[in-house]
């Protein structure tokens, strides 16, 4: 299982890489939007994390694209403040979850599970 985690924190970007790997996924790692979509073209994900405040291309920009692209890889919105307005964007552009930061390791292993199906069983 290949996850795709966008960010322009390194920090979070290592958080999540440092959580993922731990539990037996591989991980893939983009700076912001722009970014990320290269490695898609490159590496087709089997999942994408991203974030929403990102410089270049953030999260709402990246997740229109792939939606007009029709894209089928699950995307998780990961942002420090989702509000219900924000949420509503991502989920008519195709977000299929959604966590708060700081990312807490059982529920972001949760709601991958809960996203891939059968297919995230590790």
């Known amino acids: 299982m290949k996850i795709l985690i966008i960010d322009d924190s390194n920090f979070q ?3 999540i890489k440092h959580i ?10 983009a700076r912001d939007g722009e970014h990320g979509l290269q490695i898609i073209e490159e590496e087709q994900p089997d ?7 990102m ?5 709402f920009e990246f997740l229109k694209i792939l939606h007009d ?19 509503k964007i991502c ?14 390791k059982e529920t ?9 199906g059968s297919k995230g069983s590790l």
């Not at 993922?20 to 790692?29: D, F, P, S």
């Not at 999942?47 to 405040?53: G, M, Q, T």
């Not at 029709?70 to 949420?87: E, T, V, Y």
Request: net charge positive; with cysteine.
């Open 91 to 104: 989920l008519m552009h195709g977000a299929k979850a959604f966590l708060n930061k700081p990312i807490v």
């Open 108 to 116: 972001l292993l949760l709601q991958l599970k809960d996203i891939l």
């Open 20 to 29: 993922l790997e731990k539990n037996g996924y591989e991980t893939l790692e």
């Open 55 to 59: 410089p270049k291309m953030d999260g």
């Open 13 to 15: 970007r290592n958080q």
């Open 69 to 87: 692209k029709k894209n089928q890889i699950p995307i998780m919105i990961i942002s420090s403040n989702i509000q219900a307005p924000a949420k």
């Open 47 to 53: 999942c994408i994390i991203c974030d929403l405040l």
